[in-house]
Nanobody, 126 residues
């Protein structure tokens, strides 16, 4: 089992950047696929990015493609967020799962992930 702790959220102006971190305790990330999701008030949790356990394959939600980048160093997963927009405002969650394979649709579903962090707030002002 892995415990996930996010950090790095905060208030930033539109057009700015933030880097979120998600540290693992208990185990390293080598056996987990990693993901980032976000949830704005009154909305469902939305898929942001995923990296497979091999760290070779990554993919992104359409709303963040080209602006956000997921990476990891074995014990911490990062989400670099550039060109931030007010609509990026949300609580951001990191997540992990041990599935051997999932389609892009399945990989973007909340139910695919077994472990979740507590979330970190990102607020983008206009």
């Amino acid at each position: 089992q892995v415990q996930l702790v996010e950090s790095g959220g905060g208030l930033v102006q539109a057009g700015g950047s933030l880097r979120l971190s998600c540290a693992a305790s208990g185990r390293t990330f080598s056996r987990y696929n990693l993901g980032w999701f976000r949830q704005a008030p009154g909305k469902e949790r939305e898929f942001v990015a995923r990296m497979t356990r091999s760290s070779i394959y990554t993919f992104y939600g359409d709303s963040v493609k080209g602006r956000f980048t997921i990476s990891n160093n074995g014990s911490t997963v990062y989400l670099q967020m550039n060109s931030l927009k007010p609509e990026d405002t949300a609580v951001y969650y990191c997540a992990a799962d041990t599935s051997a394979f999932c389609s892009r649709y399945e990989c973007s579903m909340v139910s695919t992930y077994e472990y979740w962090g507590q979330g970190t707030q990102v607020t983008v002002s206009s």
